[in-house]
Structure formats: structure tokens, C-alpha cells
């Protein structure tokens, strides 16, 4: 029979190693690069040793802790890193990646009640975690796939659980062909926060009382009205239009990731955006290329998008939904944008509330 394959933890250390440099204070950005490379590289004893080094002085640290999850899952150390996992669900029950990556040990282990008490968990705690609700799904997929198996153990002519049966197969074989992989678990990100009310625009003055002109000397006629000054925009008004520009430069931003046009992708970065690991521009443009030409569709979407106007910079949160051929993700991500040549550009990018 057609297995679910979850095969999350081989994903893993590609999609962490932005991620984790992102979420972790700067100061310790290159031991953790350091380690996500070598996940990456295949190199998981030296990986384990690093990350063991960098857990003896952060013992608490989630990112360095999950990272030695990634480790010991890779190193085939299901029973290790499924105490590392079930820890971190102890110490931050908010995080509900620490969830779905038991579930997805469970799942290769083949205890699904399991898997699905975990999934169930991940998504209690983030209700809007779309990699958990689709393995919750394979898992449901499969439970069903194993009771309609048992009940035509008991009655092999029940042709309405053949037909099941030859349904569920079929959708568990789509989800195993070649080039499509398992949902991957997420990174390690805090929940964001409820967004902070934008303080509000101050009252716009009343309008002055008009001044009556004097009369004018006999026998001239009176002067035409002067037409009315157009009002000033508000406060408030500018933060609403510059929001609506910020959520078009947004939209048009994911758009063109997922046509996978480099160029319109690349135009949405300003000239000064800061890259993530201090690479310079062309490095970081290069890379991105490279990704984004990959073989396979690309999939990018938003939701919960949340606009902060400061003048001409604005910080713009929201959970990123990405999807290729080898990759499932959803990720809290915050942008800072600024305003250049008249269009909202970024500024700074990074994974986390």
C-alpha cells in the first residue's frame, strides 16, 4: 500500500538557514549560519558538534535548540530529536513548528495517532499554519486509508469501501510521485504580535471664520469671489493612501515571484536594501536568480497584511505562503520599506513577528 512520505527534515536545512539568520540577534548570526551550511553540505557530525558548542553558552536559545533537532533528525536519531522537539513544546508551547516537525517523525515511524495529536497541536497554536493543516490532511488520508483496508479484511465484497479505498490510493500516490515531496516543517518563528495601534492623525483644525472684505468704493462693482485654497491632506489621509500604494508595491513584489520574473522580483528591492548576512547587493541578486530560476512552479501568496506609515518609511507584516516543485513553507515575515523615486521599495527583510 502507497505510503504518506514525509521527508521534511532533508528540506529542512536549506529553508532554515535564511530563516534562523534572520530571527537570531546579529551576534550570533555566524554560528548559526555556520551550522545551517552545514546541514546543508551534508556535514551533520560537525553540524551536531557546532551546534552542541553554541548550546553551551545559550542553553534556552529555541533557534540553536532547533537546529540540533534538524541535526539529530538527519543523523536518523528519530528517539534524540523527538526530545529535543518535545522539550521545545514544553519551554515555547506558542511555537507550533516544534509540532509539526514530531508529527513528522511520528509519521515515519507509522504512529499516526501520534502525528495527528501533534498536528492537531501546531495548529491550535497557530490557526493559520497552512503546512500543518495539509499533513494533518496525509495523515487523515492515511488513517482512512487503513480502516477501509481492515474493513474489507472483514467484508471483501463491501464495494463501497473498495471504491474509497481506490480513492484514497489515488490521492496518496498523486502526493508521492516523483518531484513532489512532502510538506517540509517551518521555522522557528514567535507568533506575531497583535499589531499596535497607529497613533492616531491629530483633529485638522476647524476652518477659520471668513473675514468679511471691506466694501468697495461707488460705483465699482464687486471683485469675484477668490475660489477656496484646496484643503491640506490630513495625517491620516496620506498614511491611508501610502498604505494602498504599500499593499499594490506588495501584491506586484509576490506576483512577479511567482511568474518568476527576476527582473520585476528584483526591482522591488531599493538600491540601499540591506541583505540579510551583509553579502553585497550583486551577491545576494545572484543567489536569488539562481533560486528563483529553479526548475518548477512557484507559488507565493499573503494574508493578515499589516501597515505601519512612518513619513517616508513604513514596517509591513504578514504570513508568507511559498510553494515549488521541493518546498512547502509558511512563515511570519516583516519588511522595511521606504519610499525612492516615488515608489515603495524594500528596505530590510526578515523572517519572524
Do not use: C
Not at 474493513?151 to 481506490?166: G, T, Y
Not at 526591482?267 to 526548475?295: C, L
Amino acid at each position: 500500500m502507497t505510503q504518506i512520505r514525509f521527508n521534511a527534515a532533508r528540506l529542512l536545512a536549506s529553508a532554515m538557514s535564511i530563516a534562523l539568520l534572520a530571527l537570531a540577534p546579529a551576534v550570533h548570526a555566524d554560528a548559526l549560519q555556520d551550522i545551517s551550511k552545514q546541514i546543508k553540505q551534508g556535514q551533520h557530525a560537525q553540524a551536531l558538534e557546532q551546534v552542541d558548542k553554541y548550546l553551551a553558552g545559550k542553553p534556552k536559545d529555541a533557534q540553536g535548540r532547533f537546529l540540533k533537532g534538524i541535526v539529530l533528525t538527519e543523523m536518523n536519531k528519530p528517539t534524540e530529536a523527538i526530545a529535543v522537539f518535545s522539550k521545545l513544546t514544553e519551554d515555547y508551547p506558542e511555537l507550533p513548528e516544534p509540532y509539526n516537525n514530531l508529527a513528522v517523525i511520528y509519521a515515519q515511524q507509522k504512529q499516526y495517532d501520534k502525528a495527528k495529536q501533534a498536528l492537531e497541536m501546531a495548529i491550535r497554536t497557530h490557526p493559520s499554519y497552512a503546512t500543518a493543516h495539509e499533513n494533518l490532511g496525509d495523515i487523515y488520508a492515511r488513517l482512512a486509508s487503513q480502516a477501509y483496508d481492515k474493513a474489507l479484511q472483514i467484508d471483501s465484497s463491501n464495494s463501497s469501501a473498495q471504491n474509497k479505498l481506490a480513492l484514497i490510493r489515488d490521492l496518496m500516490s498523486t502526493a508521492s510521485r516523483p518531484g513532489k515531496v512532502s510538506k517540509p516543517v517551518g521555522e522557528p518563528v514567535k507568533l506575531a504580535e497583535a499589531p499596535k495601534a497607529a497613533p492616531g492623525a491629530a483633529p485638522a483644525p476647524p476652518p477659520a471664520a471668513a473675514t468679511p472684505a471691506p466694501a468697495a468704493a461707488a460705483p465699482a462693482v464687486a471683485a469675484p469671489a477668490k475660489p477656496p485654497e484646496a484643503p491640506k491632506p490630513t495625517p491620516a489621509k496620506a498614511a491611508s493612501d501610502a498604505s494602498a500604494e504599500i499593499t499594490k508595491a506588495i501584491d506586484l513584489w509576490a506576483a512577479a515571484w511567482s511568474r518568476k520574473d527576476v527582473k520585476a522580483y528584483l526591482a522591488a528591492y531599493a538600491r540601499d536594501f540591506k541583505t540579510p548576512a551583509g553579502e553585497s547587493r550583486a551577491v545576494w541578486d545572484g543567489e536569488r536568480q539562481k533560486r528563483i530560476n529553479k526548475p518548477g512552479a512557484i507559488q507565493v501568496s499573503y494574508e493578515g497584511l499589516r501597515v505601519v506609515v512612518d513619513g517616508e518609511t513604513a514596517t509591513v507584516k504578514f504570513r508568507q505562503h511559498y510553494k515549488s516543485a521541493s518546498l512547502k513553507t509558511s512563515s511570519n515575515k516583516v519588511l522595511l520599506m521606504g519610499k525612492r523615486d516615488g515608489k515603495w521599495q524594500i528596505l530590510q527583510e526578515r523572517v519572524g513577528s
